[in-house]
């Protein structure tokens, strides 16, 4: 089945904690972003990467890196956690761009006291 | 830049009414546009697109056109059901870089039986 995994669904943490969300996907998929999804804010994108070794800044990249060694995997890491971090986050793969169907996972809620 | 304004929700309609959820958008090129959709407890899936002007998108009897002399993207449902119940957004990719995406704040959509 083609799919896109995130891990853990659910996270409490406290601030300055480093902390990784990991994002899987099986379909082969070129990009990948992730997103941040806040009321009243809509989606906000963070980071994407066009391919392996290959990323680059979204509207919101502050406090987050990224990395893609893999074509799967495309970790987000928070190195030292805020509480305004805290929200829901989307990982998402696509074919080539976002351009096209953009496949989501099923979101990380992450609260940082 | 480049952005999405949706109509505020939540909207509330009973089941065969009409639906018609707003979408303006600022871009300086000529982006795609999309409506994903999100039910509750889930990651987003896209519902339509449309990709240049005087498009029209249409997926589950759902539609929308491309409008750019208003630059709108408004989506519409002819009778909508229970099962459509989810928050809906309207999203952009960029023309001049197909790797940067925008989403709506999302309209909430609850059909009553």
């Known amino acids: 089945e083609a799919q896109v995994t995130q891990n853990p669904r659910y996270l409490i943490t406290v601030t300055g904690k480093k902390l990784t969300v990991t994002c899987s996907q099986n379909?082969?998929?070129?990009?990948m972003s992730w997103y941040r999804q806040d009321p009243g804010l809509g989606l906000r994108q963070i980071y994407y990467s066009m391919n392996v070794e290959v990323t680059d800044k979204g509207d919101v990249p502050e406090g987050y890196k990224v990395s893609r060694k893999e074509k799967r995997n495309f970790p987000l890491i928070l190195e030292s956690p805020s509480p305004n971090q805290t929200s829901l986050y989307f990982c998402a793969s696509s074919l080539h761009h976002s351009n096209q169907p953009q496949h989501f996972g099923d979101g990380t809620r992450l609260s940082i006291l | 830049g480049d952005s999405v304004t949706q109509m505020e929700g939540p909207v509330t309609l009973s089941e065969e009414a009409f639906l018609t959820i707003n979408c303006t958008y600022t871009a300086t090129g000529y982006p795609s546009l999309f409506w994903y959709v999100q039910y509750p407890g889930e990651g987003l899936q896209l519902l339509l697109k449309?990709?240049?002007?005087?498009d029209k998108g249409s997926n589950k009897g759902f539609e929308a056109t491309y409008r750019k002399e208003t630059t709108s993207f408004h989506l519409e449902k002819g009778s909508v059901q229970v099962s459509d119940s989810a928050v809906y957004f309207c999203a952009l990719s960029d023309s001049d870089n197909f790797n940067k995406f925008y989403f709506g704040s999302g309209t909430k959509l609850n059909v009553k039986p």
């Open positions: 449309a990709t240049k002007a005087d």
């Open positions: 379909m082969n998929h070129e990009y």
